[in-house]
């Protein structure tokens, strides 16, 4: 297995960051089939494979904005308002992604990108490890 570190700076806002390019740059490198395991090692963040730049990524910011609302009903407290949610947020939208590859290519379909999810204003700073399991 092949294994690399990348680092994100996400910003000061909850954000759909595409990574797709990156992934892709790593894979490309191995030149081979096999599959890419993309995980976040963080307890507030997560990977979704979705369609981005489409409105996509303000519908899902919007959608966990409602199902996880920034408001004091979060007993895990500390950091800013509603940073509790953050912590939630994992377990909808897990903090990996398996996907396959083909030639040194993602095998992703047409509208599909791969995206770091963060609510956490609290943390700029992300990283993602990108591992290769050849065929």
């Not at 089939?33 to 981005?52: I, Q, R």
């Not at 949610?85 to 990108?113: C, E, F, N």
Request: charged share 20%.
């Amino acid at each position: 297995m092949r294994s690399e570190l990348i680092s994100v700076t996400t910003g000061s806002r909850e954000t759909v960051y595409d990574i797709t390019q990156k992934c892709a740059d790593f894979v490309r490198s191995q030149g081979e089939d096999g599959l890419l395991n993309v995980f976040v090692p963080h307890a507030t963040a997560g990977v979704a494979l979705l369609e981005l730049g489409s409105g996509s990524d303000d519908d899902l910011l919007s959608a966990l904005r409602e199902l996880l609302p920034t408001d004091d009903r979060w007993r895990h407290a500390h950091g800013s308002p509603g940073h509790g949610r953050s912590h939630v947020m994992p377990a909808l939208i897990p903090p990996y992604a398996t996907i396959p590859v083909l030639g040194g290519r993602l095998a992703l379909g047409t509208w599909q990108s791969v995206a770091l999810v963060d609510l956490n204003v609290d943390n700029q700073q992300r990283q993602v490890r990108l591992s290769f399991l050849s065929d």
